[in-house]
């Protein structure tokens, strides 16, 4: 992770682009986003399904490093330690989410229809954190 932020970071410097505006990454991962998720615009497909189609595959591979290399431009710019950022926030999807209220076997694979995600999320919501 860390190298993979440095070669961003060199990228930039390099090419003199350092400087770039927080609000035009912020744009450009949100289009690149809209870029990843037009590949599935009219299909509701299973993981097994995207991955049997190549080509879909790689307009995937292809939207999903745009999306990415966005983001480390972002960590980038405003110095922050990518690895830290993710870490802290992957702890916190942790916490909010339980193994032990969640994988319980008694419920799919489809998170965002679930009834205790969704009051999980709530509450959040509520509280005022994400
Ligand atoms: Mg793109």
């Not at 970071?9 to 450009?28: F, I, T, V």
Request: hydrophobic letters at 40%; aromatic letters at 8%; proline letters at 3%.
């Amino acid at each position: 992770m860390h190298s993979f932020a440095a070669h961003v970071k060199k990228m930039l410097s390099e090419r003199g682009w350092s400087g770039l505006r927080p609000s035009d990454l912020a744009k450009s991962i949100m289009i690149e986003g809209a870029e990843l998720l037009e590949i599935f615009q009219w299909d509701n497909q299973s993981p097994e399904a995207v991955k049997a189609d190549a080509e879909k595959m790689e307009q995937i591979r292809t939207e999903l490093a745009d999306v990415m290399i966005y983001c480390f431009e972002m960590g980038a710019v405003l110095d922050l330690d990518m690895e830290e950022v993710l870490s802290e926030k992957l702890k916190k999807v942790e916490e909010k989410y339980p193994v032990a209220l969640f994988n319980t076997g008694t419920h799919g694979s489809d998170p965002g229809t679930e009834a205790i995600y969704k009051e999980v999320k709530e509450k959040y919501r509520r509280d005022g954190t994400h």
